[in-house]
Structures are given as structure tokens and as C-alpha cells.
Antibody, heavy 120, light 107 residues
Framework: QVTLKESGPGILQPSQTLSLTCTFSGFSLSTYGMGVGWIRQPSGKGLEWLANIWWDDDKYYNPSLKNRLTISKDTSNNQAFLKITNVDTADTATYYC????????????WGQGVMVTVSS | DIQMTQSPASLSASLGETVTIECRASEDIYNGLAWYQQKPGKSPQLLIYNANSLHTGVPSRFSGSGSGTQYSLKINSLQSEDVASYFCQQYYDYPYTFGAGTKLELK
């Protein structure tokens, strides 16, 4: 059974760095073709893809967030991470992590999401 | 970036009706398209991948079709549990992009 669960700070102030953790089970990020992605959704709005990390440590980022994103993984502990630097109120959203399976490129299982609010 | 234009933005339909949601890509995405269902307060769930393949456990009343730049999601015999928002997503090229969503309600 594949499960993913996001965790984060809940609330942070503008200009701080947002650190998110995705803890998963039912698959390994050391398995050929596996990947994890991060996607966010402001309340009542659409979905925005942020970044992917692959089993071979290949990484892809959404250029709209320029150089603010860093994705990483801890294979031994079944975790993936996302950092967003210099946050502002526009980064307020629910953040999801999701699995990308076996070389396919779509998200087949999603976590429940974690709400993050940026406010002074 | 590939732009995904989804229509309609909202849709009201009766139980048992057939509904269709469209997604148009700004360039050919070679069937690299997924459809997701998101119920209120929940995370998105995969329905369709590769434009027309049904994800494991998804009811057969859901189907996807299309090619090139035009894709559609059809729901046959609408059920009450199908009330949700639906999103398309292209994964043919980075950055992945989503349609703006279709909110489906019961009439």
C-alpha cells in the first residue's frame, strides 16, 4: 500500500525559508524509475507543479520560482524534502507530495497535503 | 511552457447524465496527459493517464480520449460521489502544467 504524508511548519513569516518533508511508504526512491514530486494549491485555486526528484537523484524545478526551490531525498528513511527560500504571502497554499511510478511521468498517489500560511 | 486550457470552468448535471470536460494544450503533448479528481478538502486522485488509460480502481464510467492538443474526460451515468473538481495535467514536457479545473455539481 502506497502512502505519502507531508509535514511542515504551518505558519511562517515573509522572507523565511519554508522546509517541507514528505514521508512515504510502500515504495522506495532507490528503485529504478521512481520519483516524487511537489505540487501546491492556494485555497480555492488551481494546482502548480513545483519540483520532481528521481531515483537517480535527477531533479527538475519549475522555472517560475526561479532559484528559490531545492528538492532532496533521504532514501534510507523514505523521505523527500522541499525548501523554498524567501517566502512571501503568495506562497500561502496547501503543499502536496506525490509519487511518480516506474518511469511514467504522472502522479499516481498523493499525500493528504499540508497547509502553509505566510503571514507577518 | 505548455498552456492547458480547460473547459468548462463549472458544470451542473443531473444524476445518470453523461458529462464531458475538455482540455486543450498549446502544443502537441503526444498523449502525455492525466486527469485528476479532487473532492472538497481532499487531495487530487488520479483517474486517467496517458490520455486514455484508466488508473487502478477507478470506475469504468470514467474514460479519457483525445490526441495532439485536444483531450477530453467523459463521465457516464453521473453518480453523486462524482461531485468534485477535475483537473487535467500535461507531463509531456517540463514544467508540468495543469488546467484551471472544472467544478462539477449536481443539478
Amino acid at each position: 500500500q502506497v502512502t505519502l504524508k507531508e509535514s511542515g511548519p504551518g505558519i511562517l513569516q515573509p522572507s523565511q525559508t519554508l522546509s517541507l518533508t514528505c514521508t512515504f511508504s510502500g515504495f522506495s526512491l532507490s528503485t529504478y524509475g521512481m520519483g516524487v514530486g511537489w505540487i501546491r494549491q492556494p485555497s480555492g485555486k488551481g494546482l502548480e507543479w513545483l519540483a520532481n526528484i528521481w531515483w537517480d537523484d535527477d531533479k527538475y524545478y519549475n522555472p517560475s520560482l526561479k532559484n528559490r526551490l531545492t528538492i532532496s531525498k533521504d532514501t534510507s528513511n523514505n523521505q523527500a524534502f522541499l525548501k523554498i527560500t524567501n517566502v512571501d504571502t503568495a506562497d500561502t497554499a496547501t503543499y502536496y507530495c506525490a509519487r511518480i511510478y516506474g518511469g511514467y511521468l504522472y502522479f499516481d498517489y498523493w499525500g493528504q497535503g499540508v497547509m502553509v500560511t505566510v503571514s507577518s | 511552457d505548455i498552456q492547458m486550457t480547460q473547459s468548462p470552468a463549472s458544470l451542473s448535471a443531473s444524476l445518470g447524465e453523461t458529462v464531458t470536460i475538455e482540455c486543450r494544450a498549446s502544443e502537441d503533448i503526444y498523449n502525455g496527459l492525466a486527469w485528476y479528481q479532487q473532492k472538497p478538502g481532499k487531495s487530487p486522485q488520479l483517474l486517467i493517464y496517458n490520455a486514455n488509460s484508466l488508473h487502478t480502481g477507478v470506475p469504468s464510467r470514467f474514460s479519457g480520449s483525445g490526441s495532439g492538443t485536444q483531450y477530453s474526460l467523459k463521465i457516464n451515468s453521473l453518480q453523486s460521489e462524482d461531485v468534485a473538481s477535475y483537473f487535467c495535467q500535461q507531463y509531456y514536457d517540463y514544467p508540468y502544467t495543469f488546467g484551471a479545473g472544472t467544478k462539477l455539481e449536481l443539478k
